[in-house]
């Protein structure tokens, strides 16, 4: 009888898509299953099914068990959530959605509690973003909602690492995720903040801090039996999504003088930094320091990319089919959008697909030239307000004089009459979305000649990378091929707890490959400032 396969597996959880990935010791994908699990609904708001993916993964695992000898096991997650547990693990309040929005009357509290954002912002890296993006303010709504359960619980789990007790039993902490827009990691101490210690929670917080590469432990008997693995598998200490994406390209010694732009639901991007530190007139913006694997600064900016393109294309095809007898609704609806990627599901990580063929690069230029010459079109962030780089925007659409805002649209009381063009609305919505990307690029400290990485779905977006390209000459940008790059950061981290070495050592086993995005031929690029100056004054 044959000897199984050695492997690695991959828990890898997104907002939508839970994944279990397997990986060789060469870090080939081998195999990967995924599903999306609905909410529950727990005094009205949404809450992660933490069983229900319990018992998805551990299912998982022992049928792939079957046909790979599984060695290690690295947990990789979306971002903003924690766990209170009691001692044995068991989760003691729900483990709500980061997307629930209290009010303005609680993110006053939590401030008066916790300081004022900018100092904080300062000391913790982490800016005031909406709903419960910070998971300081996540905790202190569950303290407020259940305060004799939250005042019960042992420990305070981030994410990754409440999986890794699942299955181990043990307790431990990795600085990606506590470095992650919490409002818990003090920069200069190197240690938990203030914020920290006036929820409380600074004793329950694992303690200290660990690389993600680090083993936790290993299989519990309980978890061993589930999944038929061994106890002596390997569990690692875990890392943050986005950090796990940008791991490889630490590993492989790019340095410093590059930007990930990780696009999915989420645009994550990330510059890596030789150390912490804030201008004076970025405190207050959306900008915010990650902490790597390596425990180094990563200057990050975020906005709901994905989110925008998915409300926007539904906005747009609504309208398209309000006005089906028009030669244009025609005319789109037999051609399709340009470089238009489809949505699935939501979360960072999140990837785009297209099925649809590009205009030939004339008839795209053209069409691009003739929105900038009229400039008169736009479309404005933000769908989800506070979550990006212009929390004050309301989304909107502009046509002429007339503003359209985004809740008129989607009520059907009022619409642009360029919605229904589809070709032509979603060339908007490209200028849009790559404007956004311009202001994120530009706060996390983008230089002349650095890099420009794009990962996830808006690589299959042509018109968006080469609008990137043309307005960004001095700034390279590659498409790369890492399609799967958080459980590839992920299995890499496993592979060096396997081996005994930093993820550093093992950079020989990979490549990165980049296509290099073309500038779009005979763009107008003064009408294209322009046109991008008129739209920052418009926000």
């Not at 990691?185 to 409380?200: F, I, R």
């Not at 042509?462 to 790059?485: F, G, K």
Request: glycine share 8%.
């Amino acid at each position: 009888m044959d000897s199984k396969k050695k492997a690695i597996a991959v828990i890898d959880i997104g907002m939508t898509n839970k994944k279990v990935a397997i990986y060789d010791d060469q870090l080939k994908l081998l195999a990967l299953e995924k599903r999306e699990f609905a909410p529950l609904m727990i005094d009205g708001i949404e809450a992660h099914d933490l069983a229900g993916m319990e018992a998805w993964f551990l299912d998982k695992l022992k049928a792939f068990g079957v046909q790979f000898e599984i060695q290690a096991i690295a947990v990789c997650t979306h971002g903003a959530t924690f766990v209170c547990t009691d001692e044995a693990g068991n989760p003691v309040v729900p483990c709500f959605y980061y997307t629930y929005e209290p009010g303005p009357e609680f993110h006053k509290r939590f401030y008066e509690m916790a300081g004022k954002p900018e100092v904080l912002q300062a000391v913790t890296g982490t800016p005031n973003l909406s709903a419960m993006i910070n998971p300081s303010k996540g905790l202190f709504f569950v303290k407020e909602k259940y305060p004799r359960e939250f005042a019960s619980a042992s420990r305070v789990l981030p994410f990754p690492q409440y999986w890794g007790m699942r299955l181990t039993e043990k307790t431990g902490v990795e600085g990606t995720y506590i470095g992650c827009h919490t409002y818990l990691y003090d920069w200069n101490k190197n240690s938990y903040s203030s914020v920290a210690d006036k929820l409380g929670i600074t004793k329950k917080l694992p303690f200290p801090l660990h690389d993600s590469w680090d083993v936790l432990g290993t299989l519990r008997p309980e978890v061993a039996q589930k999944t038929s693995l061994s106890t002596s598998t390997l569990v690692t200490m875990g890392i943050h999504d986005s950090n796990a994406s940008l791991l490889p390209y630490l590993s492989k010694g790019y340095g410093t003088e590059f930007v990930i732009n990780s696009t999915g639901t989420w645009c994550v991007l990330m510059h890596p930094q030789k150390r912490f530190g804030f201008a004076p007139e970025e405190l207050g913006k959306v900008v915010f320091f990650n902490r790597s694997a390596y425990n180094e600064p990563v200057k990050t900016a975020i906005f709901l990319g994905g989110k925008e393109y998915e409300v926007w294309t539904g906005a747009i095809a609504k309208a398209r089919r309000a006005a089906p007898g028009t030669a244009k609704g025609a005319a789109s609806e037999a051609s399709g959008s340009a470089s238009a990627p489809s949505v699935e599901g939501a979360g960072q990580g999140t990837l785009f697909e297209t099925s649809v063929a590009p205009l030939t690069n004339d008839s795209e230029v053209a069409l691009y030239n003739s929105i900038l010459r009229d400039a008169s079109e736009f479309i404005l962030p933000e769908i989800v307000p506070g979550s990006g780089q212009f929390p004050g925007s309301e989304a909107r659409a502009i046509e002429a004089t007339n503003v359209y805002t985004y809740d008129s649209i989607e009520k059907g009381k009022s619409a642009p009459k360029f919605l229904a063009d589809s070709v032509r609305a979603e060339a908007v919505l490209n200028l849009s979305l790559a404007f956004q990307t311009m202001v994120a690029l530009e706060r996390t400290g983008l230089k002349a000649g650095e890099r420009i990485y794009t990962e996830g779905g808006f690589r299959n977006n042509t018109a968006y990378n080469a609008l990137l390209a043309s307005a960004l000459p001095d700034n390279p940008v590659y498409l790369t091929d890492m399609s799967e790059a958080t459980s590839f950061g992920a299995a890499l981290t496993a592979l060096a707890a396997m081996r005994g070495q930093t993820p550093s050592a093992l950079g020989n086993l990979f490549e990165i490959h980049g296509v290099q995005a073309e500038p779009f031929k005979d763009l107008d690029l003064a009408r294209l400032e322009a046109y991008r100056k008129k739209w920052l004054s418009l926000i």
